[in-house]
């Protein structure tokens, strides 16, 4: 395994905050960083696109004076998801501002661009790919990519149908760069085993959801505590890509989430389509995406006070006699 020089006595626990859509937020980000997790998000969520240029900043300012004043134990790195998809029209614009204020890690996703990860590069700046099998994993790394992220299958979003078992050990095989697993993880046991799979980190999405510095309304963080992995729907209907949505939350937009037609994969979407409004339900807004791990979240908590659970059942987790 490898751990860049970047986390190095950074962090509390090797833990990367997903970039959730709409929900994480500066609040967020920040809070996990001071508690020693990777915290990240996507570009997309500054709307207008202006408002990219006044996160980055805050988030650069608020931690850099949490440094000043903590040099002991220093924030943890943040991350800017970016979208790689033809249906991004903001990409070259947002990858601008990441240049302008060297965000020191990028998550890219549902596409591989060289010339994105040289320009990365060119400011110092580490690139994380996700792949849901070995094609894009080897495509990612091809064309540049530092990290690759596994998201396997139990991951919240669009996620991919391999075991986290299998996926990390397949990687491991050709890959000696740093790895980050997701998929239905959502205590400080898994992130252990995680680490005893081969991945440098565990990737976490679901469980931020729950946390009060989150952008959910309080239904969604209300139904991720009081669900399980049996309310998780595997879908492609609402993107065009295959992800994990709640159950509930399918119900309540009037759909049988038993019986849900198929979306045709050519016709991705993220944003809004060219009349400004979506058909169907709109995926992370009426339909809540969540990963299988929800189970092991009882209650709506501060990120670092979750955190610190984490930390608490990582440090506690041993091998039981055989």
């Known amino acids: ?16 905050g997903a970039p959730l859509f709409i929900i994480s ?7 996990q960083c001071k508690a020693g997790v990777v915290g990240s998000f996507p570009a997309l969520n500054a709307r207008p696109p202006a408002l990219l240029d006044e996160w980055l900043a805050r988030i650069k300012e608020e931690l850099a004076a949490y440094d000043k004043a903590h040099p002991e134990r220093p924030s943890a790195p943040f ?16 990858l601008a501002l990441c240049e302008k204020h060297k965000v020191p890690m990028m998550i890219t996703s549902l596409g591989a661009r060289e010339e994105l990860n040289q320009a990365a590069h060119g400011w110092g700046c580490l690139v994380f790919h996700d792949v849901i099998n070995q094609k894009f994993a080897h495509k990612a790394v091809e064309k540049g990519a530092d990290g690759l992220i596994l998201v396997s299958a139990g991951a919240g979003g669009h ?6 078992l299998a996926f990390v050990a397949e990687t491991r095989a050709w890959f000696d760069g740093p790895i980050a ?3 239905a993880i959502a205590n400080g046991r898994a992130i252990r085993a995680a680490r005893v799979l081969g991945a440098d980190f565990a990737y976490i999405g679901s469980a931020f959801i729950a ?15 009081a669900s399980g992995a049996e309310d998780i729907v595997y879908s492609n209907l609402f993107t065009g890509v295959h ?15 038993d019986n849900l037609p198929t979306s045709d994969p050519s016709k991705m979407s993220f944003g809004t ?11 992370w807004k009426e339909i809540w995406g969540s990963g299988q791990g929800i189970g092991s979240l009882a209650k709506v908590v501060p990120a670092a006070e979750l955190i610190a659970r984490f930390k608490k059942e990582y440090d506690e987790a041993v091998d039981p006699p055989l």
Do not use: C, W
């Open 79 to 94: 991350a800017v998801n970016q979208i790689v998809h033809r249906s991004n029209n903001r990409l070259d614009q947002d």
């Open 273 to 283: 389509d060219e009349s400004g409004e979506r058909a169907k339900p709109k995926a």
């Open 1 to 16: 395994m490898s751990m860049p020089a970047l986390f190095k006595g950074r962090l509390s626990l090797p833990v990367i």
């Open 243 to 257: 992800g994990n949505y709640l159950k509930p939350s399918i119900v309540a937009a009037g759909m049988d989430p």
């Open 181 to 183: 697993l997701s998929g």
């Open 211 to 225: 946390t009060t510095e989150a952008n959910a309304v309080e239904g969604y963080k209300q139904m991720i505590t």
């Open 159 to 164: 996620a991919g149908e391999i075991s986290p």
């Open 25 to 31: 937020v500066p609040d967020l980000v920040i809070a």
